[in-house]
């Protein structure tokens, strides 16, 4: 059971960290010259897009962290 907890919890932070990072990176890719970087929400549309690709890759991240962790004999 705590193998599992473990598995969600690094599934989370790692969505959490991944999400503001992604955010971020929208928000300068939206700036023109970098000058003028605001830091706002993309439209709910965007964000869907975002938080889906976010996702799926942080739980491939936990997957692969608790594979590792399975094959190393470190169940934590």
């Known amino acids: 059971m705590v193998f599992f907890m473990g598995r969600f919890l690094v599934t989370g932070v790692t969505f959490g960290v991944f999400m503001a ?13 970098g000058k003028d970087f605001k830091l706002n929400l993309s439209p ?7 938080a889906a690709i976010t996702g799926a890759f942080a739980v491939a991240s936990g997957v ?13």
């Open 21 to 33: 990072e992604a955010i971020i990176h929208y928000n300068m890719g939206k700036s023109d010259n």
């Open 44 to 50: 709910p549309k965007e964000m869907a897009k975002i």
């Open 64 to 76: 692969l962290i608790g594979s590792l962790q399975s094959f190393s004999g470190n169940k934590k």
